[in-house]
């Protein structure tokens, strides 16, 4: 169990998945790397009983009961010395009174520096922009797995001065950092988001990270923090910067002072990169551009589409090389065990809360609307579209933008 913890480290993956068949059948056991599935290891029946057990007594859960999912934690620097790691661990009983075990592996981390975000100039402008401001909301948002809590941590590394109290509730902590109190909720004992943020308002806060905003009591408690002087940072789960306005009203929020409070909304996913060892670069051909610029324009709404010769002279002087752009591929190599992906990149959607988007949500307004308002603005770009440049500057292929983006 240790060598497979120490490996799946090393390896850089971020679940381990071990799943009980039936009878005689194998164990099978596989790692989550890159947001990919793969097989690891299949270990015969006999194996499978001890396993779970030994995982169970790892992570202080009750070996004994079998019937019911429970949940725990591995600090496996107390198994092997020389590896700081948490892993967070789940069991959940499966058909003929077997168990599946998942794991998480929560790596120490230090914060990326938000330069390292994979941000446009424009989108690092406007965060940096929102982030410095001395109060308000600024929201993170996108699926379980998206890379937001990284996200958070990289501008909470950006703010973390002498000058400044820094108080977070996250569930669980998975980044630490010098001189930020972290809290670690526990709805368990009912010590829950919003009484956390709730406790550090008498806590005297500079600036308030909520790991996730999961309720109206929440949502209203970081609407007045922000609004009484606090800079407030928070997660959600909404699939687009837009709709996280409408959804936030349909929670119960007061219009009028979540459009006060709210900064900026930043929309995130992770695509595969391609693989830097066996990249292969091509001229581009007109066919694969228009293919592209297809994709492109048709996220903007009608009356503020740019024409197809503006975008294109606009991408050739930002991703062309000698006055072309280029075509990137990757056939597979050992590096990335022949799938020719291998790492991740960011595609970002970043809300500025403008005049004209704030009297919308004062208003009322669909995210239809507040998107064309906020394409009026002239910087904002879908996760598309954002991950089209993406694709334009070898960092990822279009299937894993398609795959990770709407619209």
Known sequence: INTMIIEAHSRGVSDIHIECQPRKAKVRIRFRKDGAMAPYLELPHTYRQALVARLKIMADLDISERRKPQDGKIDFAKFSPKTKLELRIATIPTSNNLEDVVMRLLASSKPIPM?????????????????SRPYGMVLCVGPTGSGKTTTLHSVLGYLNTPDRKIWTAEDPVEITQPELRQVQVNPKID?????????????????????????????????EASLTGHMVLSTLHTNSAAETVTRLIDMGMDPFNFADSL????AQRLARRLCNSCKQVEAASSAYLDELLGYYLHSFPEEVRPRPEAVLQQWTEQFGAKGGLSRYSAPGCPACSGNGLSGRVGLHELLRVTPGVRRLIQTGARSEQIQVEAFQGGLFRTLRQDGIGKVLAGHTTM????????A
């Open 191 to 223: 010590w829950t988001f919003a009484k956390a943020l709730r406790s550090f308002l008498r806590a005297d806060p500079d600036i308030i990270m909520v790991g996730e905003i999961r309720d109206a009591e929440t949502a209203q408690i970081a609407v």
């Open 399 to 406: 299937e894993e933008v398609r795959g990770n983006s709407n």
């Open 115 to 131: 330069e390292k975000l994979g941000l446009t100039k424009d989108n690092f402008s406007q965060l940096q922009d929102a982030v």
């Open 263 to 266: 900064l900026a909304v930043l």
